[in-house]
């Protein structure tokens, strides 16, 4: 009876004191009560800023929207297998892959290249050299792939979809770090984990879970010790899923709703400004975005098309522009 009264008090000392961290976290993070609405689209689209084409491509289903130092936009079409960059206005083919998906620079000026064959190319825009990087997990090979982002260190997560559903969740994320080739296991049981980026102070993972039409919050693989766990950040109505995510410099996601023709915003606490609804001539295939020069830009892949239109705040610099 002794052990059982000792195993209780130690389990109620570990609980207190975790209360008590959480208690002191709380108190520092004390914010004024919103009044009246939380947040209105205005604050994140001037009033007079109006959708604009950028370009359109011919045939695949462009997406994984990425500029280069030089503001070049580079993308990938999984339909058609081709790695495609903007020249001079136009779509040009670039190079052919299996199925590519997702796509992000790294800092030595290479393109990492998710694909639905399940491994992960880099390719070097200066000699057109392009080599598998990444395979196999635990010495098996992985499946499909889909997109992925660096974090500040150079680290690399990346997403595992294929064979995973609403009925049949798992999907995989996996982390690799900066010094190393081999995927760390990051989370598990997705159902088809889409679109990946981190939060601006780098402590979280933000996945977009495509088939249960919301984006789970999970700690950063580096984050120190704190009492958040894994939770929905957002829950969508509408559309499919999300697809693509990008952060800007203040905090705030943003979500590419795919087959809902809009873009969602949210603050870092998860709190809703409202959507972007792409133009009324534009598709719903919201797949994809990026910020370059005050301006978001978006690939909508059913009539292969890019928008772009003007934002307030500037895109949360990637590990690619270091």
């Given at each position: 009876m002794k052990k059982r009264g000792w195993a209780i008090m130690a389990l109620l000392v570990v609980f207190l004191v975790a209360a008590g961290f959480a208690g002191t976290k709380a108190a520092n993070d004390k914010k004024s009560a919103a009044k009246g609405e939380r947040h209105d689209i205005s604050e994140i689209i001037p009033s007079k800023a109006k959708w604009e084409k950028v370009v359109t491509g011919d045939g695949g289903f462009m997406e994984g929207i990425n500029f280069d130092r030089e503001g070049k936009i580079w993308m990938v079409s999984p339909m058609s297998g081709e790695l495609l960059a903007v020249e001079d206005g136009e779509v040009e083919f670039v190079k052919e892959y299996p199925g590519p998906v997702g796509a992000k620079f790294h800092k030595d000026g290479r393109l990492f290249i998710t694909d639905i064959s399940g491994?992960?190319?880099?390719?070097?825009?200066?000699?057109?050299?392009?080599?598998?990087v990444i395979s196999t997990y635990q010495g098996e090979p992985l499946n499909g792939l889909n997109d992925l982002v660096f974090d500040q260190d150079g680290g690399l997560y990346f997403t595992e979809p294929m064979g995973s559903s609403a009925t049949h969740p798992v999907g995989r994320v996996f982390y690799v770090p900066a010094d190393?080739?081999?995927p760390e296991l990051f989370a598990e049981k997705i159902a088809y984990p889409n679109g990946v980026a981190i939060s601006a102070d780098g402590l979280r993972v933000y996945i977009s879970e495509f088939a249960k039409n919301r984006v789970l919050a999970i700690p950063a693989k580096n984050a120190p010790p704190s009492p958040e766990t894994p939770f929905v950040f957002g829950q969508y109505e509408g559309g499919i899923g999300p697809d693509g995510l990008a952060v800007d410099d203040k905090g705030n996601l943003y979500i590419a709703h795919f087959q809902a023709g809009e873009i969602v915003v949210q603050d870092a606490?998860?709190?809703s400004y409202g959507t972007i609804r792409l133009p009324e001539s534009a598709g719903t295939f919201t797949t994809n975005l990026t910020f370059?020069?005050?301006?978001?830009?978006?690939?909508e892949s059913s009539k292969n098309e890019v928008w772009r239109i003007q934002v307030k705040e500037n895109g949360l610099p990637l590990y690619g522009a270091q």
């Amino acid at each position: 009876m002794k052990k059982r009264g000792w195993a209780i008090m130690a389990l109620l000392v570990v609980f207190l004191v975790a209360a008590g961290f959480a208690g002191t976290k709380a108190a520092n993070d004390k914010k004024s009560a919103a009044k009246g609405e939380r947040h209105d689209i205005s604050e994140i689209i001037p009033s007079k800023a109006k959708w604009e084409k950028v370009v359109t491509g011919d045939g695949g289903f462009m997406e994984g929207i990425n500029f280069d130092r030089e503001g070049k936009i580079w993308m990938v079409s999984p339909m058609s297998g081709e790695l495609l960059a903007v020249e001079d206005g136009e779509v040009e083919f670039v190079k052919e892959y299996p199925g590519p998906v997702g796509a992000k620079f790294h800092k030595d000026g290479r393109l990492f290249i998710t694909d639905i064959s399940g491994v992960i190319y880099a390719y070097d825009p200066e000699t057109g050299d392009s080599k598998v990087v990444i395979s196999t997990y635990q010495g098996e090979p992985l499946n499909g792939l889909n997109d992925l982002v660096f974090d500040q260190d150079g680290g690399l997560y990346f997403t595992e979809p294929m064979g995973s559903s609403a009925t049949h969740p798992v999907g995989r994320v996996f982390y690799v770090p900066a010094d190393s080739t081999e995927p760390e296991l990051f989370a598990e049981k997705i159902a088809y984990p889409n679109g990946v980026a981190i939060s601006a102070d780098g402590l979280r993972v933000y996945i977009s879970e495509f088939a249960k039409n919301r984006v789970l919050a999970i700690p950063a693989k580096n984050a120190p010790p704190s009492p958040e766990t894994p939770f929905v950040f957002g829950q969508y109505e509408g559309g499919i899923g999300p697809d693509g995510l990008a952060v800007d410099d203040k905090g705030n996601l943003y979500i590419a709703h795919f087959q809902a023709g809009e873009i969602v915003v949210q603050d870092a606490s998860g709190f809703s400004y409202g959507t972007i609804r792409l133009p009324e001539s534009a598709g719903t295939f919201t797949t994809n975005l990026t910020f370059q020069d005050g301006y978001l830009y978006v690939t909508e892949s059913s009539k292969n098309e890019v928008w772009r239109i003007q934002v307030k705040e500037n895109g949360l610099p990637l590990y690619g522009a270091q």
